[in-house]
């Protein structure tokens, strides 16, 4: 599976950004697809992840009520819309594929595929 995000850019306090996923090589509608972010010196981060067939999604609390994750199969693409975003929110956000749906949805060792990241700076 080859995934490739695009999406990222500077954006202000307050504003929103639509990250986009795109998938191949792998029947996309089989794949569980998550995102995660790595702010500079930090940790990966969980942010969003959702089933094949977007019937459940999860969240991390830190981007609860602010993200949304959502996709669209017939395209072979995840989304990850961002609204009122935050100074904190500035990271490296990365897209990642399973073939399975295990119940350690926010622990990186989860996903067997990962797209390169694209780089969200939000600004003050």
């Known amino acids: 599976v080859q995934l490739q995000a695009s999406g990222g850019g500077l954006v202000q306090a307050g504003g929103s950004l639509r990250l986009s996923c795109a998938a191949s090589g792998r029947s996309f509608s089989d794949l569980v697809m998550g995102w995660f972010r790595q702010a500079p010196g930090k940790e990966r981060e969980f942010a969003a992840r959702?089933?094949?067939?977007?019937?459940?999604?999860y969240y991390a609390d830190s981007v609860k009520g602010r993200f949304t994750i959502s996709r669209d199969n017939a395209k072979n693409t995840v989304y990850l819309q961002m609204n009122s975003l935050k100074i904190e929110d500035t990271a490296v956000y990365s897209c990642t594929a399973d073939r399975h749906a295990t119940a350690d949805y926010s622990n990186p060792a989860s996903y067997e595929y990962w797209g390169q990241g694209t780089l969200v700076t939000v600004s003050s």
């Open positions: 959702i089933s094949s067939n977007s019937g459940r999604t």
